[in-house]
Each structure stands twice: as C-alpha cells, then as structure tokens.
C-alpha cells in the first residue's frame, strides 16, 4: 500500500483468546501474589507456569497452571530467573543480576506456601525447561 507512511505499519496479531477465563479459573485457586503479598488483582499478572506456547488447550486454560504474580516477579520468573520447590521454597537463579536481588530486596530465603498437586506437576516441568540453573 502506498497510503501508509513511514510511522504507521500495519500489523497480524494472533490473539489469545481465552486469557480472560484463564484468569477467572486462576483466581479460584490463587488470592494473591505469594511473593509480596499483594491482593489487588488488579496490579498482578496471570502469569503461566507452564507457558503459554508449551501448552495444550486445556493447560492454556487451567488455573493450576498459574501464579499470581506482582509484574517484577512475573519478569523473572518468565525468564527462568526464579522458581519455586514443591514445597514452596524460592530458588534463585546464578544468572540472576544481584543488583536486582539487592534493590527488589529478594528474600532468599523466602517459602511462599504450598502449592496442590496439578500447580507441582506444572512447577516441575518449570525448573526443568524454564528454570535457568
């Protein structure tokens, strides 16, 4: 097209249809983020533990695959910087810049609760694909 100049494009997205019935789904089984304790909904990320690219249909849609997460922490742990045990524990990646740890005030030590057993089967798949040690 010659109509476009040079500051506009024209742009194919592929939707994700569906993250508003993920969301509703994860608030079922998470009320806030672990990590900083916030509730608000609003100001938190839906964030996949198993990706969204990685997933079926039906893992793309299942609460159990989520976190809520504050969008500092949903960086990270997109980014295999952070993950957490089945048991809750933190794990801190060493690529992870210490400035960060330092000036976020990352606890290192931080247990962020139980997670069910389907959140546990997503976690694993997490520090095995995601998780950079």
């Known amino acids: 097209r010659t109509d476009i100049g040079p500051t506009e494009k024209v742009q194919l997205v592929k939707a994700r249809t569906g993250q508003g019935i993920y969301k509703k789904n994860l608030l079922q089984i998470e009320k806030g983020c672990r990590l900083t304790g916030l509730k608000d909904s609003k100001y938190l ?37 952070i993950s957490f045990e089945d048991n809750g524990d933190i794990l801190i990646s060493p690529r992870i810049n210490k400035e960060v740890i330092h000036l ?25 694909k995601i998780y950079k040690q």
């Open 104 to 128: 976020w005030d990352i606890d290192l030590n931080l247990n962020v609760g139980q997670f069910n057993s389907q959140q546990i089967e997503y976690l694993n798949f997490h520090r095995l």
């Open 45 to 81: 990320i839906a964030s996949h533990i198993k990706p969204w690219a990685d997933s079926d249909d039906f893992e793309k849609l299942d609460g159990n695959n989520g976190l809520l997460l504050s969008p500092h922490y949903d960086k990270l742990f997109d980014k295999g910087l």
